[in-house]
């Protein structure tokens, strides 16, 4: 019987935790294909979830986001948030934005959790334009 009670709460907790996104994952470049930074996901007061960049893996051109249009103008990458106001719908988060500190712009995004990997898709007039896989940080 303890056994049995010790499995049907280990299920619910890997169930429970497979659709969260909050933690660190790692980004990975579109042009080099190698790891380019960790971004933090966490949730809000407000019960909607943002991503920061908590450490870059590779020297950007310019530490600040000098493309960025709004609030995150020439602030440091590191610390930026690049993620905002993802809410849960399902096994999808949806509703919020991504910024690519890149080229400064920011797109509608979607995330969905596969395991140890995100799809985050930037989504222009309801089309994914691009998805990224991120990688879980353990």
């Known amino acids: 019987m303890k056994k049995m009670l ?10 429970f935790s497979f659709a969260q996104i909050e933690g660190k994952w790692k980004t990975i ?3 080099t294909g190698k790891p380019k ?9 407000d019960g909607k979830y943002y991503g920061r960049i908590s450490q870059l ?3 950007p051109e310019n530490n600040n986001c000098v493309k960025c249009k709004d609030d995150r103008k ?3 990458l590191v610390g930026l948030e ?3 106001g993802l809410k849960k719908d399902g096994n999808e988060f949806t509703g919020g934005t991504i910024t690519n500190p890149k080229d400064g712009k920011t797109y509608n995004t979607a995330v969905v959790r596969n395991g140890n990997t995100l799809a985050v898709k930037a989504i222009v007039l309801g089309i994914a334009v691009k998805t990224q896989t991120w990688h ?3």
Not at 37 to 45: D, L, P
């Open 82 to 84: 690049v993620i905002r």
């Open 57 to 59: 893996l590779i020297k």
């Open 6 to 15: 010790f499995a049907f709460i280990a299920l619910f907790f890997a169930t």
């Open 29 to 31: 470049d579109d042009e």
């Open 136 to 138: 879980l940080v353990k």
């Open 37 to 45: 930074s960790i971004v933090e996901i966490f949730k809000k007061s």
């Open 74 to 76: 020439n602030k440091p």
